[in-house]
């Protein structure tokens, strides 16, 4: 295993020619990390000291699994199959930052990946230390936990990507698709399009997961997941429409002007109502997840709204194109990888809206890829 966290590494100093070896020795030691604490679920299923729940958790991961291929025509190879019991409460903390008056997400550029809106860390305070080296340049910065990521298929051949103990206590509808999503990104990626990849990743992930819970589901597990998906899509509509206002402020007369005396009061003024609106909404909710947005609604600043654009902007497309292929998933899949190998951002943003009658809007972050500050 350590020889391959160094094959890593310095594949990534060749591909990059970067000298920030800490970031990319970090990066590879922290996967194989991962890697190192994964062990089939048969063995995890076989183990008497295993708790009863994660064994019933882990079968119905499997089940899931199956699924995955056999409906939604993911593929099928060793990727979450393993599980491994990471104890702590990420798989890696993502950091995103974007300038005071813009949501466009300062980019970094890395190997296989492209340049992408994020920079992550296996340890929370690496995550926190970076925060605050952005926060000197003068950006807005967020840090957030991510429970899962993908390796794109490429370590199949090492076992895949494992199932984490950073998700397996999700509700059934959630673990369905955060499988769903990850397996996605092992079907098609463009490298330095971030807003297309989880876009189209989530589309996946909400259709496949609709169907999951129709067909395979029982009925408790129906209800506790409308009401988890209730609070988050009446949360993503305020976030967008809140994208949408501080759009329009970055985009008025007075900022380009350059009057950012006044811009910051339009600013100020569209986060209050953002504040305003997230606390009449929250008023309507019960249960345990009540407050889960609250700590979000606090920190709240362009970093977060402009990374929460790149997994949201781009679905209604995606699923529109689904209905448009017959709801056919290889079908589907084929016509996502006619666009993506189109050269650049505005032509795939192009061929969605020509193949869905949906306006694209420029509230998403654009991935920069001359501006990537690695």
């Given at each position: 295993m350590r020889a391959l966290a160094a094959l890593a590494l310095a594949g990534s100093v060749l591909l990059t020619g970067c000298a920030d070896l800490g970031y990319y020795w970090q990066s590879a030691s922290g996967h194989i990390g991962i890697m190192r604490a994964a062990k089939p679920v048969p063995e995890w299923?076989?183990?008497?000291?295993?708790?009863a729940a994660?064994?019933?958790?882990?079968?119905?991961?499997?089940?899931?699994?199956?699924?995955?291929?056999?409906?939604?025509?993911?593929?099928?190879?060793?990727?979450?199959?393993?599980?491994?019991?990471?104890?702590?409460?990420?798989?890696?903390?993502?950091?995103?930052?974007?300038?005071?008056?813009?949501?466009?997400?300062?980019?970094?550029?890395?190997?296989?990946?492209?340049?992408?809106?994020?920079?992550?860390?296996?340890?929370?305070?690496?995550?926190?230390?970076?925060?605050?080296?952005?926060?000197?340049?003068?950006m807005e910065v967020?840090?957030?936990?991510?429970?899962?990521?993908?390796?794109?298929?490429?370590?199949?051949?090492?076992?895949?990507?494992?199932?984490?103990?950073?998700?397996?206590?999700?509700?059934?509808?959630?673990?369905?698709?955060?499988?769903?999503?990850?397996?996605?990104?092992?079907?098609?990626?463009v490298p330095g399009d971030t807003v297309f990849n989880e876009s189209y990743a989530t589309a996946v992930e909400r259709i496949g997961g609709a169907?999951?819970?129709?067909?395979?589901?029982?009925?408790?597990?129906?209800?506790?997941?409308?009401?988890?998906?209730?609070?988050?899509?009446?949360f993503r509509a305020l976030a967008l429409d809140t994208r949408r206002a501080l759009t329009q402020v970055y985009e008025s007369p007075e900022a380009k002007a350059k009057d950012w005396a006044k811009v910051d009061v339009m600013k100020q003024a569209a986060m209050a109502d953002f504040r305003e609106r997230y606390a009449k909404l929250k008023a309507g909710w019960t249960g345990p997840r009540q407050n889960?947005?609250?700590?979000?609604?606090?920190?709240?600043?362009?970093?977060?709204?402009?990374?929460?654009?790149?997994?949201?902007?781009?679905?209604?497309?995606?699923?529109?194109?689904?209905?448009r292929e017959g709801r056919d998933w290889p079908r589907f899949y084929t016509e996502v990888k006619r666009i993506a190998a189109l050269s650049t951002t505005d032509e795939r943003r192009s061929a969605l809206q020509a193949a869905t009658g949906i306006l694209q809007t420029r509230s998403s972050p654009k991935d920069n890829k001359e501006d990537h500050g690695a």
């Open positions: 299923l076989a183990d008497p000291a295993v708790s994660l064994k019933t958790k882990l079968e119905l991961t499997q089940r899931i699994r199956r699924f995955a291929s056999a409906e939604l025509g993911l593929p099928d190879n060793p990727s979450y199959k393993s599980y491994a019991d990471l104890h702590r409460a990420a798989a890696v903390w993502n950091v995103v930052a974007a300038p005071p008056y813009s949501l466009t997400l300062k980019s970094w550029c890395f190997p296989v990946a492209g340049c992408v809106g994020y920079r992550g860390y296996y340890d929370e305070a690496a995550a926190k230390a970076e925060a605050e080296a952005q926060k000197k340049e003068g967020a840090v957030y936990p991510v429970p899962a990521y993908s390796t794109l298929g490429w370590m199949n051949w090492a076992g895949g990507d494992p199932l984490l103990s950073t998700f397996i206590g999700y509700p059934e509808g959630e673990l369905a698709r955060i499988v769903f999503h990850e397996l996605a990104h092992q079907v098609l990626y169907m999951w819970l129709q067909r395979e589901a029982g009925e408790p597990a129906r209800r506790e997941y409308a009401q988890f998906d209730a609070q988050r899509q009446g889960a947005y609250d700590g979000w609604v606090a920190r709240a600043n362009n970093a977060a709204f402009g990374a929460q654009g790149a997994y949201d902007d781009l679905v209604p497309s995606f699923e529109q194109l689904f209905e």
